[in-house]
């Protein structure tokens, strides 16, 4: 299952093999190569680090259990603390004990929260959840546009109010509308710019504040690799993340940024983005991811 690694590891074996313990001597090439691997699949240096630092703790003195290989007992360690550390699978969105739900969409630019914003919709129509979109993004020209054909497509209405109202109102007037037709789910959909800068910021902790949403996504680009690292750390920041999905994860990118969306925020990766199309969304499951990871 983890071919890879356990191929790039077989010199560090070579030290293990006959050994009768895992210790720091005979651990420490074996502990740079996970090192390797996982910057490799663009896993955040310091996540990197806190990682390596405890599946060192957990291997060290661990005593080889019979009929297995030290090696192999060291690979199942670094799989178990992967998939331990990335959380809960398949973590519900959050649902209101009164409606409407309200989930807010956060992310840069081209990450793919309109798209995400659709999937979801579609995904929680499927589960007999009925939705509103919210289309606030009045910078981005074809941003609302693209909302209302997403919504066309999946049969989910989409409130917006054109690109001359403040998006903090939109929300707000988005969410009244939704308690009035009585919908289980509101999802806003924000504006994203290129990079990270204040006022998109003030903007989005400004909606928030106003909304009070359940859950506030952060959408991720998985082939952002070390960026992902950043982009969680102000988000979480400045507004506060419940969640995250990681798009494009039907790239070529390892799933680096998953882990690194997890260590920064300790918050639950709920959804896995795996295509264009509104039907490319799967909950996300850290074996699979671990697995991808290591791979
Ligand atoms: P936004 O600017 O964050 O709202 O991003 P969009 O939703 O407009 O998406 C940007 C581009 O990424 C579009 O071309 C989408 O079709 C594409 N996209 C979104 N999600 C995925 C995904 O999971 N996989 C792939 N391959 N493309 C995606």
Redesign the pocket.
């Known amino acids: 299952m983890f071919d890879a690694l356990a191929e790039r590891l077989e010199d560090a074996w070579k030290k293990l093999r006959g050994q009768d313990k895992i210790s720091e001597t005979n651990i420490k090439e074996a502990l740079k190569e996970v090192r390797r691997a996982l910057l490799e699949a663009d896993v955040n240096l310091q996540v990197v680090k806190t990682f390596i630092s405890e599946v060192e703790k957990q291997a060290l003195g661990a005593e080889v259990i019979s009929g297995v290989r030290p090696d192999q007992q060291f690979v199942k360690i670094v799989y178990d603390e992967l998939v331990n550390v990335m959380g809960e699978s398949n973590a519900p969105l959050a649902q209101a004990d009164t409606p409407p739900t309200v989930i807010l969409m956060a ?13 979801l919709a579609l995904y929680l129509r499927k589960e007999k959840r009925s939705c509103l979109m919210v289309a606030t ?1 009045i910078y ?1 020209p074809a ?1 609302i546009d ?1 909302l209302i054909t997403l919504g066309q497509q999946i049969d989910v209405p989409v409130f917006e109010l054109g690109k001359d109202v403040n998006p903090v109102e939109i929300a707000k007037q988005g969410v009244a509308k939704a308690r009035e037709m009585g919908v289980d789910t509101v999802i806003i ?1 924000t504006a ?1 710019r290129l990079q990270i800068d204040p006022e998109m910021m003030a903007e989005l902790a400004q909606i928030k504040a106003t909304v009070q949403p359940h859950d506030t996504l952060l ?1 991720v ?2 082939m952002t690799g070390q960026e992902a690292a950043t982009l969680t750390r102000t988000f979480h920041e400045e507004i506060g993340i419940t969640g995250a999905i990681v ?5 070529d990118s390892r799933g680096g940024a998953a882990l690194s969306v997890r260590c920064i925020s300790g918050q639950p990766i709920k959804f ?5 199309k509104v039907e ?2 799967q909950p996300f499951y850290p074996d699979r991811m671990a697995s991808r990871i290591l791979n």
Do not use: N, S
Not at 247 to 251: L, R, Y
């Open positions: 992310g840069l630019q081209g990450t793919g929260k309109t798209t995400a914003t659709a999937k993004d981005r941003a693209q959909d994203g959408v680009d998985a798009t494009k994860m039907d790239g896995i983005g795996v295509g264009e490319a969304l």
